[in-house]
């Protein structure tokens, strides 16, 4: 992050070059004191036991963006020298009389961490000869921090100075695992204060206590609203701030946010725009405080979101509700995963790793319609499709000094692919496969030359990829079994957890997917398109999970000693590589042997095994205690009811199959009256684009019950009205997520959207089919870690742009969120306001505003 130092500065460069005294400050790195100015336990002069120094003596340089320091006494020399980065700094201060006058500078350089860099506090403090001197210094420093030019010839007075910046703090004192408050005395209320910002604390005592506290508050009283909590308590503030009669003014409000909670999704977002690493916790609450202070404010999008009825009350039918969203809307998977994994909010982020394996056990799939408005192509939000990485690239991570040899490309750039292919040493066994499904491919190119409709081709490929597994068998000797397999077959014998081999051969697998994109055969050639496509030749009806409808939530337990689940689950610098690893290499057990999915024991079990086994329970907040039940509960043995893929192959001709970008595979086509009419080679139960009576409670048209009447949705029509033919584009079939994110993080360690922007005026969707393995749903959001799911080549799983969408559920039981917070369950739509919003982020390589 850091560039390289800067020369020594020119006489011409410097605005103010003094002699200053040192100051001892009891530690090596300068940095136990003084300590911040002011505030409870941070006395505003130095504390006694730091000391002037005084054999040494510093000459300070400033020039409009470093400090220079270098020491004349007691050993001068080159080495002596120390740069500051202004950019590095959160503030400066100078004591009060009767305190010595001391130049204190709070200095937050990025330290390399286990897990990312992140910022770590260092404090420098130089005695002035006089207290004028001092407070000159301490005033041309902050004036630059403050984004206001001096020169030299500039007469640095305290005038110069605009007021402190006043901040509104609001925190959530139950959120994440409910450290807020203590965060806010050790680390949030010390650096703010550092950087001269004058605030007011408020901890927020009930739901929608924020919403009706920013609907009340006199706005222009502050310079931003900062939330010290998790999504959840900002999405209240949105929307308060969009209830109020003043709307569009108070929307420009800046807000900020201090990530307290268990997702932190925007705080994710926020910490890689401004070029750090991926981080959690402390760590990333420190860089995004240090943003804070930094001050830079960039516009955010926001999306208007109208839902279904809630409730009748008062024997009122209940009317649409239109809310305002900075982060996302989420139905199917992510939403589950988010509602469910409530019960383990004491594990903070681990929650949503256990949260993810114990609704891939079970998965689900839902009936549904999702229709979009991409981005028209002239306009200036159209954002160019994602870039794949470079298969290469994700290859070499991880892996220099481990193979000199030519990788295969059957490692994909997933983890799990990365480090099983670690595992592999015969490598001339693996050239051979490797020549032999060349050979393979190149017999069935041949074939698929001599034309035929999309089914036929489709079914003929996928005798081809029988063939080509039994000559995979006969030269592995081993039963590489795949994974989809695995989720069609009723009662399949593989299970979900495979073996290392097995595992080795289901990434193959999928890159033997890729290979058949790339080559232009498309998502039907695949082994899931080829299954697929298949069954529904024969007419057979595919199982992939347990219907939604006929699956309730299942009741799940934890093992006999959930404390040990819980101290182990608690390194919530969720591993989740490792986590899957484990998941994978551990042995087939007797229930998945004789078919049955995974329960929570086993996910816990293997769990336990990678983190940390001998480590002691640490205390676990009250709401989150998990009583050991007196049998371990199974996930309920699964019925398998079948469930019916109406999806149809992906049509030989739609360009999207071929796509190696956008992952298009559904062949989403346009709603023109032309294209509704099914093409006769695609079963007509694929694609429908005629309105089917929703799920949920809306059937006809209440007038939406919007605070905000005045902004208009102007791309969508009410709820309950068909959307226009032109430029819309609808997919109807089984879903197992659908995603609609526009930030860059789904949670701070989750790169959802890797292309997005705070104000690129675009909503990323993502959606996967019903049909997708566990095993490449997992690897999805194993990927997902690194934002490298892009590259992930699965037909199921499609990335798409779009302005606004709506989703029609037909399953009739399901959960929706937005911003992770739980919306009635129906019909829903949404369209994006582009920079409706501003967010402080921070000034780290944008171009932006200050507050
Ligand atoms: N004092 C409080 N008591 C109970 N609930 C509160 C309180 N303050 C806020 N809430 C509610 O708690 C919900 C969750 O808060 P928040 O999202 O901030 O934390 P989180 O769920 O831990 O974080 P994340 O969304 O990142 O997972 C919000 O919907 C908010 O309305």
């Known amino acids: 992050m850091r560039s390289p130092d800067p020369p020594i500065p020119s006489p011409a460069e410097a605005l103010l070059h003094s002699q200053f005294g040192g100051w001892s400050t009891g530690n090596n790195n300068n940095s136990s004191c003084p300590n911040s100015p002011g505030g409870p336990g941070r006395p505003s002069s130095p504390s006694p036991s730091p000391s002037p120094s005084p054999c040494s003596s510093y000459a300070l340089t400033l020039t409009p963006t470093h400090i220079h320091v270098q020491r004349l006494a007691p050993r001068p020399g080159k080495e002596a020298r120390l740069i500051l980065p202004l950019s590095e700094l959160a503030g400066c201060s100078c004591p009060r009389a009767p305190a010595p006058p001391l130049l204190v500078l709070y200095w937050y350089p990025p330290g390399r961490r286990r897990k990312g860099v992140s910022r770590r506090r260092q404090v420098r403090a130089y005695l002035a000869e006089t207290r004028a001197e001092a407070e000159r210094w301490c005033t041309a420093v902050q004036c630059l921090l403050r ?70 508050i006199s706005l222009s009283d502050w310079d931003g609203i900062i939330i010290v909590s998790g999504d959840g308590l900002l999405h209240e503030v949105i929307n308060g701030l969009m209830e109020r009669p003043d709307w569009d003014s108070a929307i420009k409000v800046p807000v900020g946010i201090l990530p307290c909670g268990s997702g932190n999704a925007l705080a994710g977002s926020i910490n890689h725009h401004a070029g750090y690493d991926m981080c959690l916790r402390e760590p990333l609450l420190l860089n995004c405080c240090f943003q804070l202070c930094r001050g830079g404010v960039k516009p955010m999008d926001l999306v208007s979101v109208t839902t279904s009825p809630g409730p009748s009350q008062n024997g009122y039918p209940g009317l649409p509700r239109r809310l305002f969203s900075f982060l996302s809307v989420a139905w199917g998977f992510v939403s589950d995963v988010d509602i469910e994994s409530e019960r383990y909010r004491g594990l903070g982020s681990a929650r949503f790793t256990l949260g993810t394996l114990v609704r891939l056990a079970s998965l689900r799939s839902y009936k549904g319609r999702l229709s979009y408005l991409p981005p028209s192509a002239n306009s200036p939000d159209a954002s160019p499709p994602p870039q794949r990485r470079p298969l290469s690239r994700s290859i070499t991570e ?48 041949e074939r698929v030359r001599g034309g035929g409709t999309g089914v036929v081709r489709a079914s003929s490929l996928a005798e081809d990829r029988e063939r080509e597994m039994e000559v995979e068998d006969e030269t592995s000797g081993t039963s590489s079994e795949s994974n989809e397999r695995d989720d069609s077959g009723v009662g399949s014998e593989d299970g979900m957890i495979a073996s290392k081999e097995e595992g080795a051969g289901m990434a193959e697998e999928d890159m033997e997917e890729e290979e058949m994109g790339r080559n232009g055969e498309g998502g039907s050639s695949s082994m899931d398109g080829v299954m697929e496509a298949k069954e529904v030749e024969e007419g057979y009806a595919l199982n992939v999970g347990r219907e939604a409808s006929e699956d309730s939530h299942g009741s799940c337990s934890y093992p006999d000693h959930p404390q040990e689940a819980r101290s182990s689950l608690r390194k919530n610098s969720a591993p989740s590589s490792q986590i899957a690893n484990a998941f994978f290499s551990q042995p087939m057990s007797q229930e998945s042997e004789s078919g049955a999915s995974y329960g929570t024991e086993e996910t816990l079990s293997f769990l336990l095994q990678t983190q940390n086994p001998g480590s002691e329970p640490e205390h676990v907040p009250p709401q989150t205690r998990l009583a050991p039940s007196p049998s371990p509960l199974q996930l309920p043995t699964p019925k398998l009811p079948s469930l019916s893929l109406s999806l149809s192959p992906t049509p030989p001709s739609s360009p999207s199959c071929a796509s190696p970008h956008s992952s298009c595979y559904l062949a ?28 949920g409670h809306l059937r006809t048209t209440p007038h939406v019950t919007s605070p905000i009447n005045s902004l208009r949705d102007d791309l969508l029509p009410p709820l309950d009205q068909p959307l226009p033919n032109r430029d819309w584009v609808t997919i109807e079939g089984d879903f197992v997520l659908v995603l609609a994110i526009y930030q860059s993080h789904l949670g701070a360690d989750l790169h959802a959207a890797p292309q997005a922007r705070f104000d690129d005026g675009l909503i990323h969707l993502t959606f996967v089919r019903a049909g997708i393995s566990r095993a490449t749903l997992l690897r999805l959001f194993l990927a997902m870690e690194r934002g490298a799911h892009l590259s992930l080549s699965s037909p199921y799983v499609s990335h798409v742009p779009a302005r606004a969408f709506r989703l029609q559920p037909l399953s009739p039981r399901g959960t929706l969120t937005v911003d992770g917070e739980l919306v009635p369950y129906g019909p829903l739509q949404a369209q994006v306001h582009p920079s409706m919003s501003r967010l402080i982020v921070g000034d780290s390589g944008v171009k932006l505003t200050r507050f």
């Not at 609001?170 to 806010?184: I, K």
């Not at 000094?401 to 592999?424: A, K, N």
């Open 398 to 445: 991880g892996l220099e000094g481990f193979c000199r040899t030519p990788i295969h490309r059957t490692c994909s750039d997933m983890g799990l692919s990365e480090q099983r292919s670690l595992r592999r040493v015969d490598t001339e066994r693996e050239r051979e496969r490797e020549m032999e499904r060349q050979r393979e491919r190149e017999r069935r190119r």
């Open 147 to 216: 984004g206001l030019p001096i020169s030299a010839d500039t007469e640095i007075s305290r005038s110069l100075l605009p007021r402190p910046r006043r901040l509104l703090l609001l925190v959530n004192p139950f959120s994440g695992r409910g450290q807020a408050m203590q965060w806010c005395q050790t680390y949030i209320l010390p650096m703010i204060r550092e950087a001269n910002i004058s605030y007011n604390l408020i901890q927020t005592e009930r739901q929608n206590h924020a919403k009706e506290l920013i609907k009340e």
């Open 668 to 695: 989403p086509r346009p709603n023109t009256p032309s294209s509704a009419s099914p093409s006769p080679s695609i079963p007509s139960s694929s694609f429908t684009f005629d309105l089917a009576e929703p799920a």
